[in-house]
């Protein structure tokens, strides 16, 4: 069985992003999480929190936990919803999309990635619920 320590939870508005984006990295450092991943993990931890503000009704849930290895995050919001068939194969650009380079980022970075309508799966809930999680080397 693998241990499972929560880290951080935080509401979040774009106001506090930034305070979100250090507390993420403070977690990030404490738990080991060495450069260049620990970079390209807040970023796109970073990209999916901007994305609940922008696209899901300026505000969203985060909860940053270590699970055996990896260092999870999960986002969760109450916006439209989405699938993973949004995210560009591509980078956004070059495949003439012009949305979903955060997706992309994070999707790309990620050695684990998940997203889930309907915040957390329910029919009847709205919202989109993001995980995405690197392994702690």
Known sequence: MRSTTCL?????????LPQLRLLVEECAVREGLAEPRRGEFVLAVDEIAGNAVEHAGGS??????????????RI????????????PELLPG????????????????????????????????????????????
């Open 60 to 73: 969203g849930r985060l909860v940053l936990r270590r699970i055996g290895d990896e260092l999870e995050c």
């Open 76 to 87: 969760s919001d109450s916006g439209p919803g989405f699938s993973e068939t949004v995210i």
């Open 94 to 137: 070059l495949d003439g999309a012009h949305h979903g380079r955060g997706l992309w980022l994070a999707r790309l970075v990620a050695d684990r990635f998940v997203v889930r309508e309907g915040n957390g799966g329910a029919p009847e809930a709205r919202g989109a619920e993001v995980t995405l999680a690197v392994r702690v080397q």
């Open 8 to 16: 951080l939870q935080r509401r979040f508005t774009a106001r506090l």
